[in-house]
């Protein structure tokens, strides 16, 4: 009999120290989890019997509970699909390969903090050692000859030999309970856990007493095939922590519908009330199940888009074709057409919240925003009903407004939606380039997450009023402002002092050469000498930045320099240029108010040793006098 041992990663291994102090806050979870495990076992093998009816033996479908009381056991079973000496390794010798060192990342040290952490990280199986010093898995791949034993005691490593007899398909788990725990030896609390948490499980569980007698445990129903009047919130939520392996979270929000007509599909779908620790994973993995008459298909299945990854839930049609291969039904029309509907409902549903409890949406928005708004770079989705459901903050004050709510604020003749990006609030709201606008009024919103920086190239328009950004040349306030200066002295004096500064301009190109596209004035700036925008047709200036950081640029482009015609210091240099001996000084001004664009829009200042040089002469002038 061959026997190999295995070492666990070192974030395995400290994962595992954390489950043998029991930092769960409710233990009774294990049971949930390695009833599910069983429960999608016996799934995936009742699918692949639809195509390979061999590897179905004549007996039901069930998960089987046993309680060796004098050994200290608790052993849960199933006739599953099973695993070979490669899926125990894969499946059982690596802990959540895909946020294993995000979630060591985000320990605290304090065991509350970081129980709750563990449940949203999603341990599943390993969940098993916070009551047992030893687990033994002995599993046999459907259609193999071959039964295989995993044990381990969580202490590092874990063993995998051949067995020397044969088992029929499935898997067996035994749990070597802990002096301590002697309450996961109870029939009666190990049959109340059960019921309470997995009720819901399709297959039936069978709890085998000591005198050989069996009793079904579940009603063995799937919960989605129900009425939603005859489920209670407690089982919607029952169900909802099997299948998140978020530990006790409870769903933010439970969208039950059932589609009758030329489409009949029902979904059981579940918005969490925490990011899941794989939201932002490379992978952008969905995690809705796809059934075919309540036959598991698919785990991973795109039926919704990947901007919705955060729900968690099962889909379950009539209609598709059981015969039929994973890889060819995830082109299929029919499951295109469900994905199209379910994201339409989500969508739909996610903006009357919106509109019904903004503070209660407004977590949502906290933890998913971001990741909804992906969905808007996407050609092939509904923008415009994902734009519905979005909230976006605004220079007026802190609170989240949607677009419908931007647009019914609009001053009279307005006919733009005017944005800038920028790395936060604060950063947005110093900008110099908005300050013209909220001068006048206008209400800007600020885009703050990296998403942003993309989707208003693709989008250009919300309800049929134009996106424009503060940022850009062509925005300027001469050109989109509405309102006309009643003052005929005033527009006088703005056009005159348009036209006096045309040496200045002519001087900061001769200045500046290269390092800028062009100089103009500008009435976008109210107390601000100078800042930089970007042509029309140009890219972002944050959006930039980042096709340069990840090498899909090879530097930043020239912007374009403007000025306030109407700043005392413009003035100043103005005059200053007119008068002899005076040139070097108007350079090096003018070269520092380049630099001090620079740092505003947080582009790097081109030569630090001659801004630190003029600066320093600055003051030297400035205490001088």
């Known amino acids: 009999m061959t026997k190999n041992t295995f070492k666990f990663n070192a974030e395995t291994e400290k994962v595992f120290k954390l489950m043998v102090h029991s930092l769960y806050e409710n233990k009774d979870i294990f049971v949930r989890e390695l009833i599910s495990n069983a429960s999608d076992a016996c799934d995936k093998l009742r699918y692949e019997a639809v195509t390979k009816p061999e590897l179905l033996g004549s007996d039901e479908f069930k998960i089987t509970v046993e309680i060796d009381k004098p050994a200290r056991l608790l052993k849960i079973s199933d006739n599953g699909i099973g695993m070979n000496k490669e899926s125990l390794i894969e499946n059982l010798g690596t802990i959540a390969k895909s946020g294993t060192q995000k979630f060591m990342d985000n320990l605290t040290g304090d065991n509350k ?286 609170n989240l407004i949607s677009l419908k709510e931007y647009k019914d604020r609009m001053k009279e003749g307005q006919k733009s939606i005017y944005y800038i990006n920028a790395e936060n609030r604060a950063a947005a709201l110093a900008s110099p380039q908005i300050e013209g606008f909220i001068a006048r009024g206008y209400e800007i919103i600020l885009l703050i997450d990296s998403v942003d920086d993309f989707w208003v190239n693709v989008i250009h328009e919300y309800s049929g009023i134009p996106f424009k950004s503060a940022t850009r040349a062509g925005n300027d306030l001469e050109k989109t402002a509405e309102e006309k200066i009643e003052d005929k002295k005033e527009q006088k004096e703005e056009t005159n002092n348009g036209s006096e500064v045309n040496d200045l301009l002519s001087f900061i190109k001769e200045v500046l050469g290269e390092k800028i596209k062009e100089t103009k004035t500008t009435q976008r700036l109210s107390e601000s000498a100078a800042c930089l925008t970007v042509p029309e047709n140009g890219m972002e200036i944050r959006l930039e930045r980042f096709m340069i950081a990840n090498k899909q640029l090879p530097g930043s482009s020239a912007k374009i320099f403007e000025i306030n015609p109407h700043h005392i210091i413009i003035k100043k240099l103005n005059e200053d240029l007119k008068k002899d001996g005076l040139k070097d000084k108007v350079k090096d001004t003018i070269l520092l108010l380049f630099d001090q664009a620079n740092i505003v829009e947080g582009e790097p200042v081109p030569d630090i040793k001659s801004f630190t040089q003029k600066m320093n002469k600055l003051i030297e002038q400035s205490l001088a006098a």
Request: aromatic share 10%.
């Open 113 to 398: 903090k970081d129980s709750q952490l563990i449940g949203q990280f999603g341990v599943g199986f390993y969940s098993a050692f916070m009551v047992a010093d030893n687990v033994s898995v002995i599993s046999t791949a459907a259609g193999s000859d071959k039964t295989y034993i995993w044990n381990s005691t969580g202490n590092g490593e874990f063993t995998i030999e051949d067995a020397n007899f044969k088992a029929t398909h499935g898997t067996a788990v035994t749990l070597h309970i802990k002096e301590g725990e002697n309450d996961y030896l109870d029939p009666f609390r190990i049959k109340n856990i059960i019921q309470t948490y997995s009720n819901h499980v399709a297959f039936k569980i069978i709890f085998k007493e000591e005198n050989g007698t069996e009793a079904v445990l579940n009603e063995g129903q799937a919960i989605w095939t129900k009425n939603k009047n005859e489920i209670s919130e407690d089982e919607y939520n029952e169900f909802y922590q099997s299948i998140a392996h978020l530990g006790d979270d409870k769903p933010w929000m439970t969208l039950h519908n059932k589609a009758e007509g030329t489409l009949e599909y029902t979904n059981l779908l579940f918005i969490p009330s925490r990011k899941p620790f794989d939201l932002y994973h490379p992978d952008r993995m969905t995690r809705v199940k796809l059934y075919i008459k309540r036959i598991l298909i698919s785990e991973k299945m795109s039926v919704i888009p990947q901007y919705l990854r955060f729900i968690r839930g099962v889909v379950d049609s009539q209609e598709l074709p059981l015969n039929i291969s994973r890889e060819t039904i995830q082109n299929n029309s029919q499951v295109q057409k469900i994905k199209t509907s379910i994201t339409k409902r989500v969508l739909k549903d996610l903006a009357k919240k919106s509109e019904s409890d903004r503070q209660e949406y407004i977590k949502f928005w906290a933890n998913f925003g971001p990741v909804l708004k992906e969905g808007l770079c996407d050609g092939l989705e509904p923008r415009d009903e994902i734009l519905e459901a979005c909230l976006f903050q605004t220079n007026k004050d802190e």
